[in-house]
């Protein structure tokens, strides 16, 4: 099994359950490992999807508790980090604050606030033809794979969300992102919440994992869990997608390491 290193808590205020719930679920399922990224403060309030800043040491707290209701379990502290133009170097104090295992950059915005993923918004989609939504997407998407503050990307075709997708072959989307993964040594997530959303696909297609193989891009298999019993959820298909892309090792992290290990 995987480890699973994509799971929120409470303080986003669209999760729900305690971390140590989730832990207590992934050895019911025999996660190997663990990890909580819940998404980043900003410096000051931002949007209602976050914690703020002051609650930080609350969410080392609640790790730490997790920690302690399954000692067997190892426990990552990680970070869903927002990559957002202009905040690059809270990214940096950010990174430099805890001694995290790893830091996930994530494209959510593509427009100040305009979350892509976010169901309030998906009337945009029908004023956005396709192909500038996804422009729009990936262009972000490259830089926040060029920015090297993180550790892997989460969920890379998360424009697909609620079905919009332009028309032909979509490789010209990916091939930026994983061409800038590939020279700036970064890796991926296979994120199984896709097939919980309207879109019922896992992040990214296939397409995106055949190219990233050739180019020896790595990944992990996340389940980007808002509640305990999503822990895991998923991850046969995720590893049989893995590996019909011709991927034989996923990744572990630990402070901000990573290494190998088989699928
Ligand atoms: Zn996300
Ligand atoms: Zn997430």
Redesign the pocket.
Known sequence: MNPDY?M?TPLCRHATGHPAEYAREALRKGLPEIGF?D?NPMPAHFDSWRMEIDELPRYFELIQEAREATPELPIRLGL?CDFIPGYEGWIEELAAMAPWDYLIG?VHYLSPGWAVDNPAYVGRYHDFPPAELWALYWSAAEKCARSRLFDFI?HPDLVKIFGSRPEGDLNRYYEPVIAALAECGGAFEINTAGLRKPVHELYPALEFLKLARQAGVPLVINS?AHAPEQVGMDFDAARALAREAGYETSLRFQLRERKEMAL
Request: hydrophobic share 25%; glycine share 0%; net charge negative.
């Open positions: 994509h929120h990224a998404h869903e994530s989460a980007d």
